[in-house]
């Protein structure tokens, strides 16, 4: 159906199961959510920095799913798949418009200039030239068919107020344009269509409150280049002086479409509302309103509405009755009495109570076998086993359990998980503990959130209140953890964690638990009042040429590298901005915040990049020791990247401006020697040059003196 834009949320799609969709976020995220049960099986995150373009979509041949990133990036995984960094990749040469997946004919890929590849032909050659067909023409709508198992594509475009419609028959390689009929003071603000008997039926939701239909036979003897389409009405929204103004439609049989828009009648306020009219008798069937407002769009699979309705994605079944004059008038004698829908909180897929409410609707009857029961709210704690009630029922029953038992039926629900519903359910059980948290300010399940971070696949999108409760509680062992771990933390966090870091004392930190495997094997930790000075010189630097580093005395714990530089931080502070260095992020994200960082932080945090940085170059590799050391680079960027941020504050404090001054020294330094580096190896290559032009069976002494 017509997908507008708008709100939260891109779009949705069938998943691998009539009961599952996809629902694709306007930003980073796609979530698999099964709806009878009401919860999610599958959520996964690009990067930040990164987003998703167009809607995510399943093959139904392979059960794999497929996103588009940043216009041209493929990604392709599966159930299993938990960090989309580690799924196949592919980048193609032109902007990808939208995918559409066809149930027997696999998908199908059509680019912003009009060009359209199967997946399959595109993968054999991800960097093929797509030719550009609409040239300044912009796609509006597309949808894809099957019409004797032959994949049909049919889109829209726009160009200087002028529609146009391609339709193109993929195994054929026939492409068919058109131009769409004008309307006088009114252009088509959504499209549908549908193929029956190799005709296409296209419906426009036009401005002027009118649905009109377009008939265009698949099958063409002309070879006419530009062909117009006219058009018939089919409906006008318009009902007892009330005007429909909508903005998304669907079909839902030959006889009804669903409309959602604002009802305004003369004189009073317009409302948002969801209607259903029979095109067959231009009655409007029934109209529910929607006071929370929507996002404008609108989808329809297996007799199932979906919409938002304010933060909520509201799900209502439908049946349509058979297309008679008495049901269109409302005299139908059997007609059945309005039933209840489901509303499923979309803002928390993660929350232990996913249900969040059921109310009664004036909706089309649903289907008996397909009512969704109300689940009563229960105090006590489940009696049933996990695998007889769902996840989000069973947290919903231990929510006043006393602690033990919360915990006890947390351990035994994640040990009973199973895949595709295993991730789902380790992000409730977290959101479940944090819940607790945030109403018992003395409950923190300290040992308990650890175990589940460090023995499970998990990613901040999942459980995105983790790391801010930790933040609260100080808890940087946690913290570190999470950082090590989650591939999609929001850059506004890692610097919360660095600010944590940085302002924590020492003597705190000696006493809680700290990861220091990334530090252990470079730190020097000296107890004693003496200051250590050996002239060592590595990659071209001398301590004593160069000045010492800091004039400061050393204080009683001192940390010392073997040429003299001592250590800012202490061991557990150090392993806690390591893990910080190893974070993903995105600098335009990033450098806003890191502007905030106060000033005193900011010079701390360079020293210890600075000391870094001489401890890599102390090595011949430039590497760390230890594992998850900080590499060169990311030393180099943080230290960039930090500089960029402060550069006015670190000239301007004094203690900042010897630091500067040995920082540029050693760069200097390593420049030149690195220069050197380079006339030797381009001597070494002139030499080895000379050589082979000599006879081999010549016996000689040669002396290089480099000077």
Request: charged letters at 20%; a negative charge.
């Amino acid at each position: 159906g017509g997908v507008g834009l708008g709100g939260g949320l891109l779009a949705l799609e069938p998943g691998p199961d009539p009961d599952h969709v996809l629902l694709t976020d306007r930003g980073r995220t796609a979530t698999l959510f099964k709806v009878s049960d009401q919860k999610p099986l599958g959520c996964w995150s690009v990067k930040h920095g990164q987003i998703i373009t167009c809607p995510v979509v399943c093959n139904f041949e392979t059960h794999e799913y497929i996103a588009v990133q940043d216009d041209k990036v493929l990604r392709i995984w599966k159930n299993k798949d938990i960090n989309l960094d580690k799924v196949f990749k592919a980048t193609l040469s032109a902007d990808v418009y939208r995918i559409h997946s066809l149930s027997n004919g696999g998908p199908v890929v059509l680019f912003k200039g009009g060009g359209i590849r199967t997946l399959d032909v595109l993968l054999e050659a991800p960097q093929q030239e797509i030719e550009n067909i609409i040239s300044d023409e912009v796609i509006k709508w597309s949808e894809a068919f099957t019409e004797g198992q032959q994949p049909v594509l049919i889109f829209a475009t726009e160009k200087d107020g002028d529609f146009f419609v391609y339709v193109q028959k993929l195994k054929m390689n026939s492409l068919h344009k058109y131009k769409l009929e004008q309307q006088e003071l009114s252009k088509p603000l959504s499209f549908t269509a549908y193929i029956k008997n190799q005709m296409i039926t296209l419906l426009c939701l036009y401005s002027n409150d009118a649905v009109y239909k377009v008939l265009i036979p698949l099958q063409q003897n002309t070879e006419e280049e530009e062909q117009i389409l006219s058009k018939s009405l089919l409906l006008n929204l318009s009902v007892s002086g009330s005007v429909l103004k909508g903005t998304s439609f669907v079909v839902l049989d030959k006889d009804h479409i669903a409309v959602l828009g604002s009802l305004a009648a003369s004189g009073e306020e317009s409302k948002e509302c969801l209607t259903i009219w029979n095109t067959k008798f231009q009655t409007l069937q029934i109209s529910k309103e929607l006071p929370l407002g929507t996002s404008g769009q609108l989808w329809c699979y297996e007799e199932k509405f979906f919409f938002t309705h304010g933060k909520v994605l509201t799900v209502i079944m439908y049946k349509c009755e058979t297309s008679s004059l008495a049901a269109a008038v409302g005299k139908l004698k059997d007609s059945q009495t309005p039933d209840v829908s489901s509303f499923v909180n979309w803002n928390t897929l993660g929350d232990e109570e996913l249900v969040v409410s059921f109310q009664s609707q004036q909706s089309v009857a649903l289907k008996s076998e397909s009512k969704m029961t109300l689940r009563s709210k229960r105090n006590a704690v489940a009696k049933v086993q996990p695998d007889t009630v769902s996840v989000g029922q069973l947290l919903l029953n231990l929510k006043d359990a006393p602690t033990t038992v919360f915990e006890d039926e947390l351990r035994q629900l994640m040990s009973k998980a199973q895949m595709p519903d295993f991730q789902a359910t380790i992000g409730c059980v977290i959101t479940a503990l944090i819940n607790r948290c945030k109403t018992n300010p003395k409950y923190y399940p300290r040992s308990f959130l650890l175990q589940i971070v460090q023995t499970r696949d998990l990613s901040y999108s999942l459980c995105p209140d983790l790391m801010a409760v930790a933040l609260e509680k100080k808890d940087v062992h946690l913290l570190q953890i999470c950082l090590q771990r989650f591939p999609d933390i929001p850059e506004e966090i890692t610097y919360a964690c660095l600010k944590v870091f940085l302002s924590i004392s020492e003597a705190y930190l000696q006493r809680v638990d700290v990861n220091l495997e990334s530090v252990i094997c470079y730190i020097d930790i000296e107890f004693n009042n003496k200051e250590v000075k050996t002239e060592i010189v590595e990659n071209g630097f001398n301590a004593e040429r160069e000045q010492d580093i800091w004039d400061t005395k050393v204080t009683k714990e001192t940390h010392l590298t073997a040429d003299g530089e001592f250590c800012p931080v202490g061991p557990q502070k150090a392993a806690l901005l390591n893990a910080v260095l190893h974070s993903a992020y995105s600098e335009t994200f990033l450098l806003p915040h890191l502007k905030n960082l106060p000033a005193q932080q900011a010079v701390l945090f360079l020293r210890y990049l600075y000391y870094l940085y001489v401890k890599c170059s102390e090595k011949i590799n430039t590497t760390l020791p230890g594992i998850r050391s900080p590499t060169i680079n990311q030393i180099m960027d943080w230290m960039c990247l930090l500089l960029d941020a402060h550069f006015t504050v670190m000239v301007m404090l004094p203690e900042a401006k010897q630091l500067l001054s040995n920082l540029h020294k050693f760069v200097r330094a390593q420049v030149r020697f690195y220069s050197e580096l380079n006339k030797i190896e381009g001597s070494l290559r002139e030499l080895q040059r000379l050589n082979h032009q000599k006879d081999p069976h010549t016996y000689s002494i040669e002396v290089l003196e480099l000077i």
